[in-house]
């Protein structure tokens, strides 16, 4: 159900019976205060602007033709052209009743079908998962999941590191290390992080030794086997660490998402092949270079985007073509969705601008660099532990949880044990999600414990407790929530409010969806709990005269604010609890 597109329709309707012309599109918005009506059509002022014409006397002639009897109450011309509309009540009931009994909440699937490739989390397979990729992952997911929650075919891909010159590295110091009697198995992989820093160590620092490592990368992209086989200890090391922080976060990545940038590595000869055939590059240095007169600099000259080494290795370029190739023209994808930090800007205007060119991606494809700002810590300066060191993404959830078990035993402390761990972990990690993604994602945001974990405000567990609060009103009325999706009455101003902005759901994720921003749906959700708590202090249940039809309304009403925070959450990657 989406109210606001209903009324665009019958407003373009008006508009094109009026005799405006028909590239004219109505701006509707939902109306701020009660007295101006519950929308708004505010688009004729910047019509009668253009035409030349009355707004109050155009604005008239849309009134005039409007056919909104079935969902309006009353229609009034106000100010200087504006036209606000007031919704029925038996229009919302019905309409409420409807959604309370349909499974996804009356959101109805995306018109055409769109398959979407969306590209997220992309850890290297060298490391330890850090704090730089928590944004990519949820925000990805969270966006996999709505798409999905829509109808879209959406391929997950998880383009991992898995290739470049620090795998030489590795395969480098692993192999010296195998010569000289090392136990691989017992050393390598049970310190991947301190393993990678000996090797960082050999690379800056030992003569010889990063010629070494660059001649084991185009070993490896040759298809070297001693190489591969040595390389692959990593890999699998590193996959199974990406797969238990995801288990934590409640991410739907697996293993069978991996797209790692080692997948493409057939398809790289044949990417300078049709670059080459199309003239794009160009031999400079040694190096094949695609220069870029659109990313020109302030004096002229052209931006270099590099393809492939003097020695013969390909770059994360190459990847990233190679990717647009298989996504476009072998997958078919209509929208291809990557997740990565702004830094990163440059680097995807040169990877499209070259892959439209080269025809690696087609024309019906859109190609999305979804940019998100940093996280930074109280001084205003990237996250970092106390010593300066990056934070390990595990190390981060555990400090959630522990901080949350802290609050809980507070607010709580009749909690048994069990209770305090499961609620614990549940209000930890879904603060630390909704911390991030309740900021638009191409903002920086600074991490603050306090506000994440507090119980009012735009928090996950303001928004989770109020979940627990409204489940907890079914058992007090000893009724089946899921009983009650029949009978509504519409009585007063709070309910009305909270009827509307239940039957916008559908609103927030379309807007989601189409301009890949989590945080809207963040907004709602918070939006909807507000008024939901105006609407129970202003509105009895379960008190003493209150008559059977309007508590059973009211509890329709609080049946479908809690399915819709559990779906909104869920859609989010968080989970609610029944208690807490």
Known sequence: MNIKSLIVEKASQAMLAAGLPEDINPSVTQSTKPQFGDYQINGVLSVAKKLKANPRELAQQVINNLEIDDIAERVELAGPGFINIHLKNAFLESNIIAVNKNKKLGVLAHQPVQKVVVDYSAPNLAKEMHVGHLRSTIIGDAMARVLEFRGDNVIRHNHMGDWGTQFGMLIAHLEQMIEQGTDLEKVALADLEGFYRDAKKRFDNEEGFADLARSYVVKLQAGDEYCKSLWKMFIDTSIKHSEEVYDRLNVTLTREHIRAESSYNDLLPKIMQRLNESNLVVEDQGAQVVFIDEFANSEGAPSPFIVQKSGGGFLYSTTDLAACEYRSNELMADRILIFTDSRQSLHFKQVENTARKAKFL????????????????????????????????????????SRASQYLEQREPNLSADNLNEIARKVGIGAVKFADLSKHRSNDYVFDWDSMLSFEGKTAPYLQYAYARIRSIFRKAQVNSEDLSDSVIISNEQEKALAIKLLQFEEALDLMSSEVTPHVLCNYLYELTSLYMTFYESCPILKEGVSEQIRYSRLSLCRLVSNTIKTGLDLLGIEVMESM
Do not use: H, N
């Open 362 to 401: 087609r024309e019906e494809t859109s190609y999305e660099p979804s940019l998100f700002g940093a996280m930074l810590g109280q001084d205003g300066k990237p996250f970092k532990t106390r010593t300066g060191g990056t934070v390990k993404l595990t190390s981060l959830l555990d400090e959630a949880v």
